[in-house]
């Protein structure tokens, strides 16, 4: 696997060059402006051949203030310094890439910040930074310009990263992990492998060649090595503890994770979700409900009415308002059965039945307003009349059902009637009168209005 390293702040070339001088142990000294001074060991003062120190700059982006700060190419002198000490180090050196974490602290921030947790609090319940090795073999070769300033350099550093046996490495930490920067590592018990370098270096030959076949400028087949090191990669193992309400003891949730560290600190990587129990969507804030279930926050809303939280798709929407009920806080129109605010119900004038203000037209409900021409034995009306016999007296009946109540309508003498009746019991809701000619309804007792009112348990009696 190849990488071709293009950090934006430096050059492949100058980002070897500083870590092979790290590497060997030579100090790098900023002197602004893009200028480095690397000085010449004490015990070998003659290294940069009679000179103390060396003053560098990246090719890519810094022009030299003078000539003697040398521009930093595969092909400069302190990269050919740099590579031949290298080349006499006794073991492989160790590397790690310098933006991996250097602490769990950092993954913490980063972990905890990704959550919302709606009144409660989040607890790591352990959390380790584990080491993976990868090889990286480095080569330089020859290739076409880089972005120059001044001349295009002759030739280029490429790396290639495998796993210590020869493998690809995982894609995932090639796309995730910020390799171009590595920094010196220094050794402890099991950063020590074995590596079969030659094995190696024939792996990384073949995909140095298999990648030169499709690269733009790339002129190369003939890279030649000039650095291995093993690097440790760090990745983050742990589990996450979700306490809901903050005093809980116990946790309520649990959230396992396994990321690379770098990334994940960095927040270009997220933690995983946790999964609602409740309405098992995916989600990085989580509440308690009041009922004591844990929902998403996203699946979460309020009662227009009371304020109570609930879960969105257990309430129910006002279709006058279009506000979030809870179910013992909805109305329903009497006419169409529509869901409603009870604060939005009207009164239909002629029924007394609360209906929804859609559901009125004409001043009336729609109930009210679709009366039709009735004779006795259509049903429903046959049954209504057997139980409330004294409507059969009105003359021509009308008739029309709303979604909760029937109304019967008829005249009698000087005034027309109406008739209000339960759907489901048919008992009377109400009775109402006025005037033939028009003018306001009023409610009518039924006790008053008729005798011969029947149950199963009152026989047929006189007409008033
Ligand atoms: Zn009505």
Known sequence: MLI?????????????????????????????????????????????????????????????????????????????????????????????????????????RAVYSAYEIDGGRMQLAGCSLEETPIVRVSFRRRAGPLNAIAAPPASRVRHVFLTPEGEAVDAVLLDQVHLERLDPLAPRPGRRLELDEPHLMAAAEVCLARDATGEQNGDATDGQPISLTLVWVKRAVGKLEVFLPADEEEPSLEVSFAAWAQP???????????????TGRATYRITRLPDGRLAAIEEADQCARTGKKMLRRELVECSATGNL???????????????????????????????????????????????????????????????????????????????????????????????????????????????????????????????????PTTPPAAID
Request: charged share 25%; glycine share 8%; net charge negative.
């Open 4 to 108: 071709v390293a293009h950090s934006p702040a430096a050059s492949c070339e100058f980002e070897f060059v500083r870590w092979g001088l790290a590497t060997v142990g030579m100090p790098v000294q900023s002197c602004g402006d893009g200028v480095f001074r690397v000085l010449a060991p004490d015990a070998a003062p003659d290294s940069f051949q009679g000179g103390l120190a060396v003053s560098f700059c990246d090719a890519m982006h810094a022009a030299p203030s003078s000539d003697s700060v040398e521009r930093v190419t595969a092909e400069s002198r302190l990269a050919r310094w740099v590579i031949e000490k290298l080349s006499e180090l006794p073991e492989t050196p160790l590397s790690c890439p310098s933006e991996d974490p250097v602490a769990v602290a950092e993954i913490t």
């Open 264 to 278: 994940l600190a960095q927040g270009r990587v997220k933690p995983p979700p946790i999964t609602c129990p409740t």
């Open 325 to 455: 009920l809870a179910p013992d806080e909805v109305a329903y129109c009497q006419a169409t059965d529509a869901a409603l605010d009870p604060a939005v119900l009207v009164t239909c004038p002629e029924c007394g039945q609360a209906v929804s203000p859609r559901a009125i037209e004409r001043g009336v409900c729609s109930v009210c307003g679709n009366l039709r021409n009735a004779k006795p034995d259509d049903a429903p009306l046959t049954e209504i009349l057997d139980r409330h016999p004294t409507a059969a007296g009105w003359g021509s009946l009308r008739f029309a059902a709303g979604t909760h109540f029937y109304v019967v309508a008829g005249n009698r003498w000087l005034s027309r009637w109406r008739l209000v009746i339960d759907r489901e019991s048919l008992e009377i809701r109400r009775l109402a009168k006025s005037g033939r000619l028009g003018g306001k309804w009023r409610e009518h007792r039924p006790d008053h209005w008729s005798g011969r009112e029947r149950s």
